[in-house]
């Protein structure tokens, strides 16, 4: 199995730009997370859907940010507009149900 | 307000020697920690965990003791090798159900450095 695949890597945008990441979960779970980490706050869940439907999203700071799971194998969060303070990097994570989750490389993300 | 405390950023260990990663909580709800290793520009992988029926929970070279009077957990790696050196994450779930995933509370982490 390729594992949770995440895209871009890397993103360098200016404030007030859009902001798309995206996520490929392990096939066959059926949870994914959204995190966030930060020096200051380390790893902060935003989000996460139990069979492509939100569960909790408590945790996303503003309505800058928004998170859709349109199917099973592929998610996305956004953020419009962006800012300085967004800079981060961005997991997203599977899991099966079981307290286990399994991690993507992330995305790097730097709003100048 | 931090649930999950590492207070220890940076931690340096001679190869061989023992390391003992802390972690303090402060959810009385929380029944079920695990701790994650991350490298550098990694996600984090999962290493070991353990319920709040146990106080012990060993895997090799890695021991996790858990004190819930004192809501204190703290890994261990014995012997301690150069690729051990890594980011060390706490994290907590509060009453897990069976087949239901449970939202996990991550410490700001430990740097590990095992030195030669």
């Known amino acids: 199995d390729a594992g949770v695949i995440q895209s871009p890597r890397h993103e360098v945008t200016e404030m007030g730009q859009e902001v798309t990441l995206r996520c490929k979960p392990i096939s066959g779970h059926d949870y994914l997370f959204w995190y966030r980490q930060t020096m200051m706050r380390g790893l902060e869940l935003l989000i996460y859907f139990n069979n492509n439907v939100p569960i909790d999203d408590s945790g996303m700071p503003e309505d800058r940010f928004s998170a859709k799971m349109p199917n099973a194998s592929f998610s996305t969060l956004k953020i419009q507009p962006s800012e300085p303070r967004d800079s981060a990097v961005y997991f997203c994570a599977s899991s099966t149900g079981r307290n286990e989750q399994f991690f993507g490389p992330g995305t790097r993300l730097t709003v100048l | ?116």
């Not at chain 2, 020697?17 to 991350?38: E, H, V």
């Not at chain 2, 703290?74 to 069976?98: E, M, R």
Request: aromatic share 12%; proline share 4%.
């Open chain 2, 1 to 116: 307000d931090q649930q999950v405390k590492q207070n220890s950023p940076s931690l340096s260990v001679q190869e061989g020697r023992i390391s003992i990663l802390n972690c303090d909580y402060t959810n009385s709800m929380f029944d079920y920690f695990l701790w994650y290793k991350k490298y550098p520009a990694e996600g984090p992988t999962f290493l070991i965990s353990i319920s709040s029926i146990k106080d012990k929970n060993e895997d090799g070279r890695f021991t996790v003791f858990l004190n819930k009077s004192a809501k204190h957990l703290s890994l261990h790696i014995v012997p301690s090798q150069p690729g051990d050196s890594a980011v060390y994450f706490c994290a907590a779930s509060a009453k897990a159900n069976t087949g239901t995933a449970s939202k996990l509370t991550f410490g700001t982490g430990t740097r590990l450095q095992v030195t030669l």
